[in-house]
């Protein structure tokens, strides 16, 4: 039989109708502050749930989407040897290709299809070994041979690469599958930067001749090792391209891009673009000039990015067609007399120095 204290400890909770008659059983005063504590404890409680939400959660952006720009011109050689002179080609380039090193977003250059790197005998000899299991938007490995292929087709003449000249001072050699030597003619510390030259597949381009390297499909069909792969190209009856569309590389080696697609609109003029964009053919504009800032429509939805280009715009006087271009004085008079501050602000908006 249980104890008085065992029955006791058995009821000392309040049933629900007890509870119920607690408000007639309280002075008004003591009836408030009973209500003043609830009120109390629940807001703390809700308060504490709101800033743990804060302060321990993030939002984190969900991967796929589709992302449309207007690009200015025509895609013609989307290939890391020829791309340098044409800015759409470079720009489709630098995210279907990747480069033994790459530029961080803050302009330092790091490993990219390099693993890892080794800089021998003062300066002469650098020896890159190959991140593992990176593959070719088909599937196949990459390999030595590629480098040595894109190295060797940069350099010869023939193939006429706007990059020739920075590969002069360098030769490569194969150590195994996935490492390569170069070894320079002197030392170069832009060499580093050098490497930063797109990869090209030598199981393909390696079976299409200098004549026809220009013209080759793969020209606009590429097939890199970079975050986005080639989906789709369509023309118009003329042959202009009209529109190119990249898709994420599900087998990228780094980090993937979370939007899944990319499409990107060209066209033959800088109006025609902006048309585009006050239209909502497109999400994007690449760079315009800032004259036309005018005609662009919904600048109130639009993220304006400025980016600092290492270029520069000045007047060369040839001194030996005109005598008085000869003259010192004279050249410096011109310099003096020329408001640059009224150029810049007037011609670019202050968005020079």
């Given at each position: 039989?249980?104890?008085?204290i065992e029955?006791?400890?058995?009821?000392?909770?309040?049933?629900?109708?007890?509870?119920?008659?607690?408000?007639?059983?309280?002075?008004?005063r003591?009836l408030?502050?009973?209500?003043a504590?609830i009120?109390?404890?629940l807001?703390?409680?809700?308060?504490w749930?709101?800033f743990?939400?804060?302060?321990?959660?993030t939002?984190?952006?969900e991967?796929?989407?589709e992302?449309?720009?207007a690009?200015?011109?025509?895609p013609?050689?989307?290939?890391?040897?020829l791309?340098?002179?044409?800015?759409?080609?470079?720009?489709?380039?630098?995210?279907?290709?990747?480069?033994?090193?790459?530029?961080?977003?803050?302009?330092?250059?790091?490993?990219?299809?390099?693993?890892?790197?080794?800089?021998?005998?003062?300066?002469?000899?650098?020896?890159?070994?190959?991140?593992?299991?990176?593959?070719?938007?088909?599937?196949r490995p990459l390999?030595a041979d590629d480098?040595?292929?894109?190295?060797?087709?940069?350099?010869n003449?023939?193939?006429?690469?706007?990059v020739r000249?920075?590969?002069?001072?360098?030769?490569?050699?194969?150590i195994d599958?996935?490492?390569v030597?170069?070894?320079?003619?002197q030392?170069?510390?832009?060499f580093i930067?050098?490497?930063?030259?797109?990869?090209?597949?030598?199981?393909?381009?390696?079976?299409?001749?200098?004549?026809?390297?220009a013209?080759?499909e793969?020209?606009?069909?590429?097939?890199?090792?970079?975050?986005y792969?080639?989906s789709?190209?369509?023309?118009?009856?003329?042959g202009?391209?009209?529109?190119?569309q990249?898709?994420?590389?599900?087998?990228?080696?780094?980090?993937?891009?979370y939007?899944?697609?990319?499409?990107?609109?060209f066209?033959?003029?800088?109006?025609e673009?902006?048309?585009?964009?006050?239209?909502?053919?497109?999400m994007?504009?690449?760079?315009?000039n800032?004259?036309?800032?005018?005609?662009?429509?919904?600048?109130?939805?639009?993220?304006?990015?400025?980016?600092?280009?290492?270029?520069?715009?000045?007047?060369?006087f040839n001194?030996?067609?005109?005598?008085?271009?000869?003259?010192?004085?004279?050249?410096?008079?011109?310099?003096?007399?020329?408001?640059?501050?009224?150029?810049i602000?007037?011609?670019?908006?202050?968005?020079?120095?």
């Open positions: 039989m249980p104890s008085n029955q006791n400890s058995k009821r000392r909770w309040p049933k629900w109708y007890q509870w119920r008659r607690l408000p007639s059983l309280l002075e008004p003591e408030y502050t009973v209500w504590a009120i109390i404890i807001f703390s409680a809700l308060s749930l709101f743990d939400r804060i302060y321990n959660y939002n984190a952006p991967a796929g989407g992302y449309r720009e690009l200015i011109g025509q013609r050689f989307i290939n890391p040897i791309s340098e002179s044409n800015d759409v080609d470079r720009d489709l380039t630098s995210i279907i290709y990747s480069g033994l090193m790459k530029y961080t977003p803050s302009g330092s250059i790091e490993p990219d299809l390099a693993e890892s790197y080794e800089v021998e005998e003062e300066g002469l000899v650098y020896i890159v070994r190959l991140r593992d299991e990176v593959s070719w938007h088909d599937g390999r480098i040595i292929f894109t190295v060797n087709a940069a350099q003449p023939d193939y006429k690469s706007p000249t920075n590969w002069q001072n360098a030769r490569i050699e194969k599958d996935r490492t030597r170069f070894i320079l003619n030392p170069s510390t832009s930067e050098t490497m930063t030259l797109g990869i090209m597949p030598s199981h393909i381009w390696s079976n299409i001749s200098v004549r026809n390297f013209l080759a793969p020209n606009l069909t590429p097939i890199g090792t970079g975050p792969k080639f789709n190209l369509s023309k118009d009856g003329t202009f391209v009209r529109s190119l990249l898709e994420v590389n599900d087998d990228y080696y780094d980090e993937k891009p939007i899944k697609n990319l499409v990107f609109n066209y033959e003029t800088e109006n673009a902006i048309a585009a964009w006050n239209n909502g053919e497109v994007g504009l690449s760079f315009f800032l004259k036309n800032l005018k005609f662009l429509q919904r600048q109130t939805e639009a993220n304006f990015h400025k980016i600092t280009l290492p270029r520069f715009v000045g007047v060369f001194q030996t067609q005109h005598k008085a271009l000869a003259d010192k004085n004279v050249r410096l008079a011109l310099r003096y007399a020329t408001d640059k501050r009224s150029i602000r007037e011609t670019l908006g202050n968005n020079a120095t």
